[in-house]
Structures are given as structure tokens and as C-alpha cells.
């Protein structure tokens, strides 16, 4: 039985905020919607260039947030089970790609991993070209999606609390062991929403990709950067792209969700 403002405890004119933050998103992509013409709806999106960048943007997506994985869990680790000295600038590092606008990220990975760049000269001597590479979109895509990981992550670490990991610690565990059967098992959930919220900013990443990354076709131009190469020449098919792009990270964020509550 769903439960009323009243017994929930929420006052009733909060229901009056929330109503206009809910329009506030959901207006746009309904104006998005009847922008689109429908009865040319899958020719404007079957072009190759428009289906190249989208299966490049999953690609690259389902990779960045790997990445978040490998990177992220450790990181959130950390800040969640250790203290340390340093540690409040390290989370706020950690956190600056949030705050920091796209562009100036790329422009940042470009001066470390470009030709040029403060890594440049030890990669050429290795064969490894990134910049303006496949490499370089997801290396961008991971920049700006990592903190979505350490955030949900740790908070879920915090709220978890350490009880049970002290417990299976006392009955003679390892740490690994501890990490892999409690741990993990216990901050499912906020692992899972880490992982859609970076898959979902890797989905939608612009300014950093274009920047270090460049707009190749089949190589580096993702959806968003197909997206705002079409809105100069082909507007409806712009639209139609978008719309699509919406379509995909609800997908994503509905699967992910759906099999969370069907698990609980």
C-alpha cells in the first residue's frame, strides 16, 4: 500500500517543489519527442555514421566503466575504510573532475598523453599512440565518470557500516577474504549504481572526448559528437539521434533498477 504524505512524514508542500523539479527534467525531453519526425524516424537514424557512433559510444561506455571498476572500488576503499593523513584533499582530487568543465579535462589528458604531452615521449618509444585514438575516448570517458563511482560506492560503504567485515575479521579471515565474501556482497547495490551512473556519463560525454580525442568516424566520433555534427547539416536527424541517446541511457538505468528490485 503506497503511503500518503501524512503517514509517510514528508509535509505536503514539498510534493509542490518536487512536482516542478520532475517537469523540470521531464519537459525538455517531451519537447525533444515532438520534435522528431516519426514517419522518418529510423532512416534518420540508420545512417552508417549515426550507427557507427552509437555502437562506438557503447563500446567505449561498457570499457570507461570497467575502468571505473578497477580504479574506482580501490579508491572508494580507501577513503571509506582508512584514514589518513591528506585524506579530505585526496576525496576532493577525486571528485575535481566533477566540478571541472569537460574541455578543460581533455585538455589536461591531452598535455599528459599527447605526442607532446608529459607521458608522450615514454609511449612513443613504447609504439603506444592514444591521443586521437579509440584509446583516448575511453580514457576520456573514464576521467569524467570515475567520481560517480567513488561517490555512490563509498557512501554505500559508509552506510553499510564495518560490523560484519569486524566480525568475519575476528573469526579468523583474510582481508581478501573479508573484501570478496562480505564486503562486496554487502555494497552491491551502491556498486551497481556506480557502475549505471558511469556508464551513463560515459554514454554522454562531449567536451572532454572532442578535445582529447578528436571526431574521427568509426574511431573517435561518438554519439554526442555525431549528435552535434548533425545539428549543422541534417537538424531532424540530430533530433532523432537524441532522442535515441535518451532512449538508451533509460534502458540502461531501467535494467539495472528492475533487476535490483526484482533481487531485493
Do not use: N
Amino acid at each position: 500500500m503506497a503511503l500518503t504524505s501524512q503517514h509517510s512524514g514528508v509535509p505536503r508542500w514539498v510534493l509542490v517543489p518536487a512536482a516542478a523539479g520532475a517537469l523540470f527534467i521531464v519537459l525538455p525531453l517531451v519537447a525533444l519527442a515532438t520534435r522528431v519526425e516519426w514517419g522518418s524516424f529510423f532512416s534518420l537514424i540508420g545512417s552508417d555514421s549515426s550507427q557507427a557512433a552509437l555502437w562506438l559510444s557503447l563500446r567505449t561506455s561498457a570499457a570507461s566503466t570497467v575502468l571505473c571498476l578497477l580504479l574506482g572500488v580501490p579508491m572508494a576503499l580507501v577513503l571509506a575504510r582508512t584514514t589518513f593523513r591528506g585524506q579530505a584533499v585526496l576525496r576532493s582530487i577525486v571528485l575535481l573532475p566533477l566540478a571541472l568543465p569537460p574541455v578543460v579535462g581533455g585538455i589536461a589528458l591531452l598535455y599528459t598523453f599527447g605526442r607532446k604531452g608529459l607521458l608522450g615521449e615514454t609511449l612513443d618509444v613504447l609504439g603506444w599512440q592514444i591521443a586521437f585514438s579509440t584509446t583516448a575516448v575511453v580514457i576520456a570517458q573514464t576521467f569524467v565518470s570515475l567520481p560517480f563511482m567513488v561517490v555512490s560506492l563509498e557512501g554505500t560503504l559508509r552506510t553499510a557500516g564495518q560490523q560484519y567485515e569486524v566480525v568475519a575479521a575476528t573469526l579468523g579471515a583474510r582481508p581478501t577474504t573479508v573484501l570478496r565474501r562480505v564486503t562486496l556482497p554487502l555494497v552491491l547495490p551502491g556498486l551497481a549504481a556506480g557502475a549505471v551512473l558511469s556508464f551513463a556519463r560515459a554514454l554522454g560525454e562531449f567536451g572532454a572526448t572532442i578535445t582529447f580525442a578528436g571526431s574521427l568516424e568509426g574511431v573517435t566520433r561518438t554519439l554526442p559528437l555525431e549528435i552535434y555534427l548533425q545539428r549543422e547539416s541534417d537538424p531532424d536527424a540530430a533530433v532523432a539521434l537524441s532522442l535515441l541517446l535518451v532512449v538508451v541511457a533509460v534502458l540502461v538505468i531501467g535494467l539495472v533498477r528492475g533487476g535490483r528490485g526484482a533481487a531485493t
